[in-house]
């Protein structure tokens, strides 16, 4: 009984068997669309200025010549594709980690930004880089000196990162 309550419930009326009153509405909403001005960039010559929420490549901040990272190892840890990987070793002047392999898988990363979330010293960030081309897949495994970038270049994407946290 229920089930013949429901078949009849979501019968379609003659208008809606028709689909013309729906064809109508997609042609309308066209021709609408069509007479807005247009938001095509042309892009080489019109370039895209991300903001600082964006999330492009990430990469690895270099403060004072020197990468901020400590090797913990959490960003390897956490990242759900397996692209990044690092090896530590210490220091002998300051009893301190450094990574002595840093490398990232670009064709593996899905751009998550769980690296940049877990990480404690800000070290690792999602730059603004979004052209990203590679010729082989030995080019994108992105290694140390490829991922360093300087604190200057990525201040707006920490200073997002310093308001929403």
Known sequence: MNVKNNIEANRLTFWEELY????ARGLGLTLRRMFKPKM????PEERWEPTGSYRGRPVLVEEDGT???VACGLCSRVCP???IEVQAADTELNKERFPV?????M???IYCGFCEEVCPEEAIVMSKDYELVFASQE?????KPRLL???AVLQDRLEFLRQYR
């Open 40 to 43: 095509t960039r042309q892009y």
């Open 67 to 69: 990468e901020r990272c």
């Open 149 to 151: 970038t300087p604190v």
């Open 139 to 143: 080019e994108a495994i992105m290694d």
């Open 107 to 109: 064709l593996r990363c």
């Open 20 to 23: 013309l009153p729906e064809i």
């Open 81 to 83: 594709a397996l692209a």
């Open 101 to 105: 392999k840093f490398e990232i898988n």
